[in-house]
């Protein structure tokens, strides 16, 4: 899933191309994207769009009249950058045609839960506001009273929109690994220096990838977002080395996510427990990496 860095970039190219520019036409390729029927879909057309900016890990176009379109790309939705002139596939979800070009969103895989809300009134766009706080825009004080809030692991607060806003699966991986902090951790049990350490990290690694997704997509659309990248140093990269210490990156699965980390930097040696191998091979899983190795 576009987590905060991704749709920084998806933001910024967007405002470069649409902000100012009247959409002359939205058209859905499937009923099942569009999830509001009021106000209509015609109440957009012709519009100008006068903002772009992002409500956790949602896209919201501003239009006039305080018109919204509302854009959750949820995990394999994307949106395309398509030139004035350019064919746009019969396959696309939706596409939104400006004079500048047409913005398409596209959605891999056989579940289709991108979802689209057309929305009137600045006030509406709250119900999408899930209450997280902006991990670049608060104070180290702020992040740990947000974190102690609730007892969880610091994993799963990470990834909790209710608490942290715009932060996902993969650079929550990325944030643990330079904090060298166990996934597992309870936020309950954090001292203050390991909060300080996890509150540094996220900065540096949601700052270092918005540059990097900046570069990489210099001056075009960003037409490669993925969670899992070459670059990263854990998300991913189940069974290879750690680019810090050179153990093997182990990994937890559950549903249809798994959390990635090396036992060396972030668990003093010991293999987390992974809720179906560890329950399938009972006595027989290792619990150290020297027990993994041999």
């Given at each position: 899933?576009?987590?905060l860095?991704?749709?920084?970039v ?10 100012g ?37 949602r ?20 949106l395309?950058w ?5 064919r746009?596939?019969?396959t ?17 895989g ?13 006030d ?31 994993k ?71 969670a ?19 153990t ?8 249809d996510?798994?959390t990635n ?25 290792p ?8």
């Amino acid at each position: 899933m576009p987590e905060l860095p991704d749709i920084t970039v998806y933001i910024e190219a967007l405002a470069q191309r649409i902000v100012g520019q009247p959409l002359d036409l939205l058209r859905i390729g499937t009923p099942f994207l569009l999830r509001t029927v009021d106000p209509p879909l015609s109440a957009v057309a012709g519009k100008v769009v006068r903002s772009v900016h992002r409500i956790g890990k949602r896209i919201a176009i501003g239009l006039d009249d305080e018109l919204f379109l509302v854009l959750h790309l949820m995990i394999a939705g994307r949106l395309h950058w398509l030139g004035r002139g350019k064919r746009v596939p019969k396959t696309v979800l939706a596409a939104l045609e400006f004079p500048t070009g047409t913005l398409t969103l596209t959605e891999a895989g056989s579940k289709k839960r991108a979802s689209l809300h057309v929305m009137r009134g600045r006030d509406t766009l709250k119900q999408f506001e899930r209450g997280g706080i902006e991990p670049l825009e608060v104070s180290v004080a702020q992040f740990a009273e947000r974190l102690r809030s609730e007892n969880h692991t610091i994993k799963r607060s990470l990834t909790d929109p209710r608490l942290f806003s715009g932060i996902g699966n993969a650079y929550s991986d990325e944030i643990l690994h330079r904090a060298k902090m166990s996934p597992a951790k309870l936020t309950s049990r954090m001292t203050d220096e390991e909060i300080g350490r996890v509150y540094a990290a996220t900065r540096e690694i949601l700052v270092e990838w918005v540059e990097r997704l900046r570069a990489d997509a210099k001056d075009g659309f960003p037409e490669k977002v993925t969670a899992f990248r070459p670059e990263m140093a854990v998300h991913g990269k189940y069974g290879q080395p750690c680019p810090v210490c050179g153990t093997a990156v182990q990994r937890i699965r559950y549903a249809d996510n798994e959390t990635n980390y090396c036992p060396r930097c972030q668990t003093e040696g010991r293999l987390l427990a992974d809720r179906a191998f560890s329950r399938l091979l009972k006595q027989d899983w290792p619990r150290t990496i020297e027990q993994l190795e041999s």
